[in-house]
């Protein structure tokens, strides 16, 4: 059943035209060909049909491949169907016919079924096929951007996207020179490899279109398919504002949309090919300190052997290696891996595709690629590597040319190459962490603060030696390094334990760059470090001019613990709060009672030329190269900080602007004030109120800015039509008249500031609120909302859905919620849908799922309220359990640093929202009447699936399966015999992974719950 969704339109008329089953078609001709009125979506479909299953014909334009697609491509071609009925005395029945659209989208994106994947869309061949076939007359076609067609092949997802928006353009498209234009035509026939048109008395006639092809690279032993991406397959006919998203169907054997496994190649035994190997030989240790791994293939035969194709992959696994590849020769496609935090070790897949002509004579060895590693950053650090082939005895495959052309297996020998480098480990003890910082509070000081400190409660570590090394960045020459302050650091006696003669515990290098520090002790003296949290000491620099220290890296960092002899890292954080400058510009803005306001955008950009400006004379600004604008916000106090501004002018403007929420502070009352005013029964006594009071910024306070403020109240406006809802003064200026700010021109920016640690303070002025009632910042405490989900504990192997339950006692209209887990005991499979019809999969950012990351928000769209009301199940999260979950429940939490967990009501009051362990929840699968039981098994499923049902008594059923958001995919209609019966759901099967929820009704009840497919 398609989804349809109506834009400006309402009553029957559009339902009747979207299920109507047969097209009807106006008169209109175009080119001979008729222009259809718009086909309803219950009579048009998508089918993506695999190419060429019998190995014959494996190229876009037919041609054959000794090959066959199974070795290495695959061939899927997307079709857009439709039927009609074509009466017999109808002579242009079956004539070609051109598609009514404003605008048709297509997505289609490839499974990530595999772990790793391989497969991929070859972007380069399924883009020629486009060019030099039925998109040929589309490519690059477009018409003032009114009219146009792009075509977006990627390696994981095709899409193609018709507009027809032009003016004058007709509904089925514009036709240019050389037959070039949008226009989709429809043929009368079955493509091939399709299935016919549903039936019917008489039956219907079948037309397409073809949209493109896609070529899939398929690897070996992995399964190829497609499903339709986000908002993938909308229509919306010119001629009418019904929009609507277009079924799909299945082929058999033939189905895009199901899992094509992709066999292995034959072996390379009894062929030419038994003589060429791909090697990965020995690691080569280079002058860097790190290492070249060599891929090479050899030609171990007495003959010359011509190869025009290989295809292998390689398995690195990595432990303490923080930098990326390199390569010199082929570069391969790399695949991240696992990462285990505790043991350093990573893992990486290098997928190579070499379709280069290579001629081997005999015994002759050509290096394909040399993988090159540098060592980690922190260069007493212990790291390992070791590589080796992936799926050596299945999937390597090669093609060699000419006489004796073959495709098979590709030999592989030598591997795992292994390399150690035996230094410094990481500490047992992964609490105590190691950090660099700027020094908050001012970025003219020129302060770094070097930090040892623990994520856990408060430690007592006895060391005998401290050792690391700093690199600092510069952008400028002008910084000169002073000194060392140990503010919070334990006492050491430099004089006899420094590391450094005579007797010094750093040293810095004469660029001021590179900062040593060391001290040791005896076993029998060690030095205390207590960190509750942290131990600090701050290195200080200074600056003749401009310039800031844009970076730190540490290339060494050890400590030593006291009777034991090996040192050990600490875990080294980013740097934090770089760059630390010379150069900057700061200040507040307040308003006139002096509270600071709260995300103030305040800009920066190079000073005017004026020589009177602002009351500051001659501002001849001087830049020797230009300077991009930028802005800062402030925070909660009013406070902005420009830490890094530009160096290549010397003087700059400055100007504040704030432009949202422009009812805040503005009431009735606010009117009666303005009203007293203009009568002069209480007239303003600051300027800054004057200001507030002309609301439609015409220099003076006229019943005109009453009626203004009056329509913003009453929503008759949203806006200020002729202001801003904020407006700035640079704190210093002196109005001359203050009983009349308008009678001269007031400034509203500090143009000709210099950038050498100047301060710049405003006053802002609320439009429309003259008692300053204005919020101009967040409060601190907000009041709090709950929460809940059920804390179950699951088995190892298990499958939980967990309600997520609004537990508060207000109705909400919008809600933003940051979810972690940890994804070492729980796997997501997806979200699905609870009481919220319009809580769809567009609400959920899963990019960061694997690292048990999930943000999500809501508000209502449709313009019609859409209460939350206590109790409502705002969604539902399907994992699959890794470990068994510990005794505390679900390891599953609202994390405010991934977003801020909030719901407002709908006067815009704002709700922190909290965990709350509520004492009832809602089941998971929840029944309405106890006298009919269902449930699916096996669940979760593999392949197909049987929904098993305990009825009261005999009765007509419906049995229906929704994808997690609502969706239908399959209904049926069902007799229930008296007591338990099983029916078979065999539409499972051809089902992507993920959540589904099926239902069973009957006239009185009804049973549903969800299932998930691995």
């Given amino acids: 059943m398609s989804n349809k969704i109506s834009s400006g339109r309402t009553g029957g008329g559009a339902t009747i035209l979207l299920f109507a089953f047969l097209i009807m078609f106006c008169s209109q001709s175009v080119s001979g060909q008729e222009c259809p009125a718009p086909p309803p979506c219950a009579n048009m479909w998508l089918e993506i049909v695999r190419q060429n299953p019998d190995n014959v014909v494996t190229s876009c334009t037919g041609s054959a491949d000794v090959c066959g697609d199974k070795f290495r491509q695959v061939f899927f071609k997307v079709y857009l169907r439709t039927k009609k009925l074509v009466s017999p005395s109808d002579t242009n029945g079956l004539d070609d016919f051109y598609l009514d659209y404003s605008k048709l989208d297509v997505t289609l994106a490839l499974k990530n079924i595999n772990d790793p994947q391989y497969s991929h869309i070859d972007v380069t061949a399924t883009n020629e096929c486009f060019i030099n076939g039925v998109g040929a007359k589309w490519y690059n076609y477009s018409n003032n951007d009114g009219d146009k067609v792009i075509f977006t092949p990627e390696e994981g997802q095709v899409s193609i996207s018709f507009a027809n928006l032009d003016s004058g353009a007709d509904n089925c498209g514009s036709s240019g020179a050389n037959n070039t234009g949008n226009i989709i035509t429809f043929k009368h026939g079955t493509p091939d490899n399709t299935i016919a048109c549903p039936g019917g008395s008489p039956p219907p006639e079948c037309f397409y279109a073809e949209l493109f092809t896609i070529v899939v690279n398929a690897y070996p032993g992995e399964f190829v398919g497609f499903h339709f991406g986000a908002n993938g397959r909308w229509y919306e006919p010119k ?379 001659n501002c001849d600004p001087t830049c020797s190269d230009s300077c991009s604008a930028d802005f800062d916000l402030t925070d909660a106090n009013g406070a902005y900080n420009f830490c890094d501004v530009c160096t290549t002018c010397d003087r700059f403007m400055i100007e504040p602007e704030k432009n949202d929420n422009p009812l805040n502070g503005v009431t009735t009352y606010d009117l009666v004030l303005i009203s007293k005013h203009i009568l002069a029964i209480e007239p303003f006594n600051t300027p800054y109120k004057m200001i507030a009071a002309d609301a439609t910024q015409t220099g003076s306070i006229t019943t005109l800015d009453i009626v203004t403020i009056r329509k913003l109240i009453l929503g008759i406006d949203t806006i200020l039509p002729n202001n801003k809802s904020w407006r700035f003064v640079p704190e210093p200026f002196v109005f001359p008249n203050v009983n009349n700010p308008f009678q001269s021109v007031f400034p509203e920016s500090e143009n000709c500031v210099a950038p050498q640690s100047s301060t710049v303070d405003f006053i802002g002025i609320k439009i429309g609120d003259v008692n300053n009632t204005a919020i101009a910042n967040r409060p601190v405490v907000l009041p709090t909302a709950g929460l809940t989900w059920p804390r179950f504990r699951i088995a190892q192997g298990g499958i939980v859905t967990l309600p997520v339950t609004y537990a508060g006692t207000e109705p909400m209209e919008a809600v933003q919620l940051g979810l972690r887990f940890d994804p070492a005991v729980l796997q997501l499979i997806g979200p699905s849908q609870g009481d919220i019809e319009s809580y769809l999969p567009g609400n959920f950012n899963m990019l960061r799922a694997s690292e048990g990351e999930i943000r999500t928000l809501w508000l209502p769209m449709t313009g019609e309220p859409e209460p939350v009301l206590p109790g409502t199940v705002l969604f539902y999260l399907t994992f699959k359990v890794l470990t068994d979950v510990p005794e505390s429940g679900l390891p599953l939490w609202l994390d405010e640093q991934l977003l801020a967990c909030s719901a407002w009501k709908p006067d815009g009051t704002e709700y922190a929202l909290l965990f709350t362990q509520a004492s009832r929840f809602r089941a998971e699968d929840p029944t309405e009447l106890k006298d009919i039981q269902a449930s699916v098994r096996p669940n979760p499923t593999l392949g197909t699936a049987t929904l098993v049902v305990q009825a009261a008594q005999p009765e007509k059923a419906r049995v229906m399966l929704f994808d997690g958001f609502g969706r239908r995919i399959a209904i049926r209609e069902v007799l229930l015999a008296e007591g338990p019966q099983e029916i078979p759901l065999p539409e499972v099967q051809g089902l992507p992974g993920g959540v589904y929820v099926w239902k069973i009704y009957t006239s009185t009840r009804k049973a549903q719950g969800h299932i998930v497919k691995q």
């Fill in 239 to 617: 001629s009418s504002k019904d929009f609507c998203e277009i079924d799909s169907t299945t082929s058999g054997t033939h189905n895009g949309l199901g899992n094509i496994e992709v066999d292995g190649p034959v072996t390379f035994t009894g062929t030419a090919n038994q003589w060429i190997e791909a090697r990965l030989l020995e690691e080569e240790a280079t002058t860097d300190g790190g290492y070249d791994f060599p891929v090479v293939v050899k030609n171990t035969g007495t003959v010359t052997r011509v190869v025009s194709y290989l295809e292998f992959a390689l398995k690195a696994t990595l432990t303490n290696f923080n930098k990326p590849f390199t390569y010199t020769g082929i570069i391969p496609r790399v695949q991240p891996g696992d990462t285990n935090l505790l043991t350093g070790e990573t893992t990486y897949y290098l997928h190579y595709l070499i379709d280069t002509t290579l001629t081997l004579n005999a015994g002759d060895s050509v290096v394909l690629s040399k993988i090159k590693m540098g060592p980690p950053v922190l260069t007493n650090q212990r790291w390992a590597t070791s590589l080796d082939f992936e799926d050596a005895a299945t999937a390597p495959r090669i093609r060699s040319s000419g006489a004796s052309e073959a495709c098979t297996l590709l030999k592989t020998s030598g591997g795992p190459a292994t390399s150690i480098t035996i230094l410094d480990a990481f500490c047992s003890d992964t609490s105590i962490h190691f950090k660099v910082k700027g020094i908050s509070g001012g970025c003219g000081d020129l302060r770094a603060s070097v930090e040892l400190y623990t994520t856990d409660a408060p430690v007592t570590m006895q060391l005998k030696k401290v050792d690391f090394t700093l690199v600092f960045d510069f952008d400028t020459p002008n910084i000169s390094f002073d000194s060392v302050e140990y503010t919070n650091w334990p006492s050491v006696i430099c004089g006899t334990n420094g590391c450094f003669p005579p007797g010094y515990c750093y040293t810095m290098s004469s660029d001021s760059k590179t900062f040593n520090y060391c001290f040791q002790v005896s076993n029998l003296a060690p030095t205390i470090f207590s960190l509750n949290p942290s131990k600090t000491m701050e290195l200080v620099f200074s600056s003749t001019g401009k310039g800031c220290i844009t970076n730190v890296t540490v290339t060494k960092l050890a400590v030593t613990y006291v009777n034991t002899n090996n040192a050990c890292i600490p875990r080294v954080e980013d740097p934090e709060d770089f760059s630390i400058c010379a150069n900057s510009i700061k200040g507040t803005v307040r308003t006139e009672l002096g509270v600071g306001i709260e995300e103030v955008s305040v800009n920066v950009r190079e000073a005017v030329f004026d020589t009177m400006m602002n009351h500051i004379t």
